[in-house]
């Protein structure tokens, strides 16, 4: 059996995604009929079916399934071989470092001020992402390590240090009723008819259930929190990035949060290494050890 091609694993995927030959064609840049020919010449050398054609689109048959779940993990890791190697070959080259925009502010720029003064320390580039985007940088090789959130975050599969344990609080806007609280429950916050939680993605693209608005960015959210349209609860760090118009309650039967700093397990570098113990070594309020 011939092996599939990189391209043609690409090509399946933006179809897996899309459901849709058209609308994969354009993700792709691409015309329809050259993918619909790579697809065809994917299911001959695997001598399976991929998909099943409808009017509407295509639907995934089960080998389809099973190709989509190991060939996503297969092209980025792909992805961030070639990544790697072309990080090598330039030793001079900053360290990639992918946090959420807003969260663990303090502690990003206590990392980013004490790793310049280390002797010899790589530069360090910040690379800014959305809720849940980090594992998908680290993984495909966009980011060498980054600032990611126990139990929140998607931590499968990478090496982490764990940097700040804290308490979380819930953004309400300021002219809200809650926003004289002195503190809250979870199960208050949860329960607010007029101020109804924001709901984020789930890993798998879904949203939970529920009439709190759905947020993909913390630009959105900041805005309709201002408007009086949602709440959310937060690690109380994050809230860096509040607005006049927000007001942070503690929560106090929130889960703890704990930020880690994590790499891939496979790394050699000694320059993410020297980054690793920098971050360890942090004096950091509420830290591991004061959390204990």
């Not at 004490?114 to 690379?127: I, Q, T």
């Not at 300021?174 to 926003?179: E, I, S, V």
């Not at 949203?207 to 993909?216: I, K, M, Q």
Request: net charge neutral; hydrophobic share 45%.
């Amino acid at each position: 059996m011939d092996q599939p091609e990189v391209r043609e694993l690409r090509y399946f995927v933006a179809v897996a995604d899309e459901r849709h030959f058209g609308r994969a064609a354009e993700r792709l840049g691409i015309a329809q009929p050259p993918l619909s020919r790579a697809i065809r010449q994917l299911e001959r050398r695997l001598g399976v079916q991929l998909f099943e054609r409808n009017r509407r689109g295509v639907d995934l048959t089960e080998a389809g399934r099973v190709l989509q779940r190991e060939a996503v993990p297969a092209l980025d890791a792909m992805a961030a071989a070639v990544r790697r190697t072309q990080r090598a070959g330039h030793p001079q080259r900053p360290l990639v470092l992918a946090t959420k925009a807003g969260a663990s502010h303090e502690l990003l720029r206590a990392l980013v001020d004490a790793h310049a003064r280390e002797p010899g320390a790589a530069p360090v580039e910040v690379l800014l992402c959305e809720v849940g985007e980090q594992a998908g940088l680290l993984r495909t090789g966009a980011a060498d390590v980054a600032l990611m959130h126990r139990p929140v975050d998607d931590l499968a599969g990478f090496d982490a240090e764990d940097l700040l344990t804290e308490g979380q609080v819930a953004i309400v806007p300021a002219g809200h009723p809650l926003a004289a609280r002195t503190h809250l429950t979870l199960a208050e916050a949860a329960n607010v008819p007029d101020l109804p939680m924001a709901r984020w993605p789930r890993l798998d693209g879904t949203y939970p259930d529920g009439p709190g608005p759905e947020v993909r960015t913390q630009a959105q959210l900041a805005q309709l929190v201002a408007l009086g349209k949602t709440l959310l609860v937060i690690p109380a760090s994050s809230r860096a990035w509040q607005w006049p118009e927000h007001v942070a309650v503690p929560v106090l039967d929130a889960p703890s949060v704990t930020t880690v700093i994590a790499w891939q397990p496979n790394s050699r570098s000694r320059e993410i290494a020297a980054l690793v113990r920098t971050a360890a070594g942090l004096e950091l309020a509420g830290g591991p050890a004061a959390a204990h």
